[in-house]
């Protein structure tokens, strides 16, 4: 006779069966679904599902319930749960599961714990028995390289959460949409912050207001407040940064804007995500570089590469701001209302003034066809546009030329210290990121597994 339940095994759901010893029954179940055999639960197992389990019913009618399961109804398990590794211990498993990070899932191995100790913001999870780690093509390489050595498999798997999210609504799409307060951009305008924030912050607080169209402004407590960050991250699936941002701006409004007590610091801040910058490599940024031939984009993308300038400084730089003489860049009232001066390459130098020959800018180093600051969008574009020509697969931004900037400053030996400088970092914390996506300080590590012979 056949008995059937499941259990949860090493991490994850398991249909089992229990039977003497039949080879027609082990081919026949095999036939069906991937069953294995499992020397501590003395009986054969697959992953579960309804189909599975309706033909089993089906080959085998008389299969009776081991336990209180003849109900069950079998759902496949998620691997974002636990997952059991395949080929026993020859199988590692490195489930990704946000953007830069990835669960591992291995049987115990002493040199693989030595190499994900060294990974980047990495946690060993004792409930669930999985490592939790920041990973970027170095940190693959690296795991790569002890699975061959090792003559072991990795599976490489995507669980990141792909479902359809709601969209911020459009004020066309409200009847008696509500617009920011006035006194609230004056109050903004007031304390200095830039045109950036201003606009970021009016956006926030009219989705936030018409969240609660039918409530006055002033009437909003804080049990909706909690409500609607929830309906943000729950149904929306905005990010850390997001999230941040819509609890500074309502307590900009109630404390700042209305005198009001800090009530709402219970609101419910989110981790800080940990996640390692995309960063190309020195083959990749000449690969960009070379295929751009306009001499505009050209410009624009040797600038942000070779000076590390955020988007909105590439915007705002002005024709005054380029110092050939010192072959230096001038950044004015950066991120946090900060100066500071950056690099201008020599390798740069005769592109600028080729491209200034041609375009003639007035005030803005970058301009639009009909004068003003050259749009977001456009340098946006451009860089997916290169990347496309380049054969550049990864998921990147402007930004990443930023990144690269950096992790190359460093690997070439740059004190940190400088790079921090250059870049404009308050905290020397925010810029020791790159450390861990140089390519140079792992190379000078020797394996462990190198002290050994075979």
Sequence with gaps: MIQ??????RGSKRLFLKFDYNTEIIENIKSIAAFRWSTTEKAWHCEPSNAIFEKLKLAFPNMQPLKDVANASYQTAKISQKVEPEHEKQMIKAIQYQNGRYRIIAFFDPLLVNILKDFPYAKFDKTNKWWSVAI??????????????????????????????????????????????DEMIQKLETMRYSPRTIKTYKQLFEEFINFYASKKID??????????????????????????QAINTIKFYYEKVKGGTRKFYQLERPLKETKLPTVFSIEEIQAIIKVTENIKHKTILMICYSSGLRLSEILNLKISDIDSNRMQICIKAAKGKKDRYSLLSEKLLPILREYYIKYRPKEYLFEGVNGGQYSERSVQNLVKESMIKAKIKKEASVHTLRHSFATHLLENGTDLRYIQALLGHSSSKTTEIYTHVTSKALSGIKSPLDNLDF
């Excluded at 709601?166 to 066309?172: D, L």
């Excluded at 929830?230 to 997001?242: A, F, H, K, P, T």
């Design 219 to 244: 009437d909003i407590s804080e049990p909706d407040i909690l409500k609607y960050i929830r309906y943000l991250v729950q149904e929306r699936g905005i990010s850390s940064s997001y999230q941040n």
């Design 136 to 181: 970027d093509e170095k940190q693959k390489k690296a795991l790569e390289d002890f699975c061959k050595t090792q003559k072991m498999n990795i599976s490489w798997i995507d669980e990141r959460v792909k479902n359809v999210l709601k969209q911020r609504p459009q004020a066309f799409e409200i009847p008696n949409y509500r617009t920011c307060p």
């Design 4 to 9: 059937y339940y499941a259990t949860i095994h």
